[in-house]
């Protein structure tokens, strides 16, 4: 009896972090029930997303069009909040490793989050569709999330880009892998149907940015919204190590988001004195 109740709870202890990730054994490695020495030299760093995130390694073709959807998010400059944070973390003492965290740390909703929120409006206007009526179903979506109060459509449109470089040559990429049979393109015209509901909405052309054809990408390849945050993060990470390596060997110290000289603009009360000090 003590024994059982011994093997339970060794059972127990051991099915707390059960995983169909990895198993590993003094000197064994496997991922996925692959050898890792098998893996190594073999299989590309995208095969190695896919196979971890989705428990299959991908076709080669499939593994391209992750890793051509990851190259262009790398980084998008100094000024992009992520980057400047990693720059700034350095400046104030952070190793890599803790402005690396902070940088991640604000890709949110806001700043990170448009590609995630973008495959979901794609999925949404995808099970809308199931006639196969594109046009019909992104009016419908779009109109839901209108009246939910989202005026600001992601993956459409640039504050920087009028027009985002980065954009056609990744749909160059999905219509290859159309024509070769590597993915439905059904997502590639639910975006394109999304880009021509926005210009007729807002009486202008109001372009697919990087997110919006990720988002194409990501949904083409079978990912879940939540993931193609993730993998977002993952290309965004590169440039955010690059920057903060940079920071670090600029040796600048206390970098602030201006230059000193640059004031900020204060909005409050004029200039006055701490009245007297009044009797209770």
Same mark, same amino acid.
């Given at each position: ?72 998010? %790398?980084?998008? /400059? ?5 980057? *400047?944070?990693?720059?700034? &973390? +350095?400046?104030?003492? #952070?190793? $890599? ?80 892998? %159309?024509?070769? /049979? ?5 997502? *590639?015209?639910?975006?394109? &149907? +999304?880009?021509?509901? #926005?210009? $007729? ?80």
């Amino acid at each position: 009896m003590e024994l059982n109740l011994e093997a339970d709870r060794l059972q127990k202890a051991s099915d707390w972090w059960s995983t169909s990730i990895i198993d590993i054994h003094p000197g064994k490695i496997a991922i996925r029930g692959y050898p890792v020495e098998q893996l190594i030299g073999r299989a590309r760093f995208p095969d190695m997303i896919w196979l971890m995130l989705r428990g299959e390694l991908p076709s080669r073709a499939q593994s391209d069009l992750l890793e051509a959807a990851l190259v262009p998010g %790398v980084d998008h /400059g100094p000024h992009a909040p992520s980057i *400047a944070i990693s720059r700034m &973390a +350095v400046s104030c003492g #952070l190793p $890599v490793n803790g402005a690396m965290a902070s940088a991640i740390n604000v890709l949110d909703d806001v700043h990170g989050g448009a590609g995630q929120q973008c495959m979901q409006l794609y999925l949404d206007i995808a099970s809308e569709s199931l006639d196969g009526d594109f046009a019909r179903a992104t009016e419908a979506v779009l109109a839901r999330w209108r009246a939910a109060g989202i005026k600001i459509i992601p993956g459409f449109g640039h504050r920087f880009h009028p027009v985002d470089p980065r954009t056609a040559p990744l749909f160059g990429l999905v219509e290859r892998a %159309v024509a070769d /049979g590597v993915v439905s393109g059904r997502f *590639a015209a639910i975006g394109r &149907a +999304v880009e021509t509901a #926005l210009a $007729v909405a807002k009486g202008r052309h109001i372009p697919m940015n990087i997110d919006g054809i990720t988002a194409v990408i990501f949904c083409e390849l079978g990912f879940e919204p939540e993931l193609g945050r993730g993998l977002f993060i993952l290309s965004r990470s590169v440039g955010i190590l690059a920057h903060a390596w940079e920071q670090k060997q600029q040796g600048a110290r206390i970098k602030g988001p201006m230059p000193k000289e640059i004031p900020y603009t204060y909005t409050g009360p004029a200039r006055r004195e701490l009245p007297p000090a009044r009797e209770a």
